[in-house]
């Protein structure tokens, strides 16, 4: 007996298109949420731990932990500008100096805005083999808020830069 969907078959050609279409349509459904049904776990890992609101202290502890943060000196640069006309759109630029090497090297860029209902902005990972740690986002600000730039090297050493950002309408400083 030969198999029902081989060519030389006897089955009909309606029966063999309609069996071809749900077989296609299941493989588009499984491309398509294959990843969200395979690895529900990962996606729980990543959200776990994060609440819809949270202050700066737990945002800085779960992050950080009780490790020292130092002032940045001249491991960076950050900047962000003083007044901002439009909280929704405020861009900020951070520069980490010197060259990275496989023993020393920025190992993530954080941003964090104080007042926001999430402080934590932005995170930026990096690899030796990115020759430098450079970046530039857009922050949305609810309201004057400080905003902080948080880089964290290889060896663990953190090290922050602060800068009070004034969202005003029209740019009126007030």
Known sequence: MKHPTSLDSTMPRRALLARGAKLAG???????????????????????????????????????????????????????????????????????????????YAKAIYIIADKNRRPLSAKYTFTPDAGGALVGTNLRLGDTTNVRAVVEMSDGSLYQAIQEVRVTVGGCGG
């Open 26 to 104: 299941a493989c588009a459904a499984l491309a398509a949420f294959g990843p969200l049904a395979l690895a529900p776990g990962k996606a729980l890992a990543q959200a776990k731990g994060i609440q819809p609101e949270e202050s700066l202290q737990q945002t800085m502890d779960r992050l950080f932990g009780k490790r020292p943060i130092k002032e940045a000196g001249n491991v960076f640069e950050f900047k962000i500008p003083m007044i901002a006309e439009n909280g929704s759109v405020v861009a900020a630029r951070v520069e980490v100096k010197g060259a990275m090497t496989k023993d020393k």
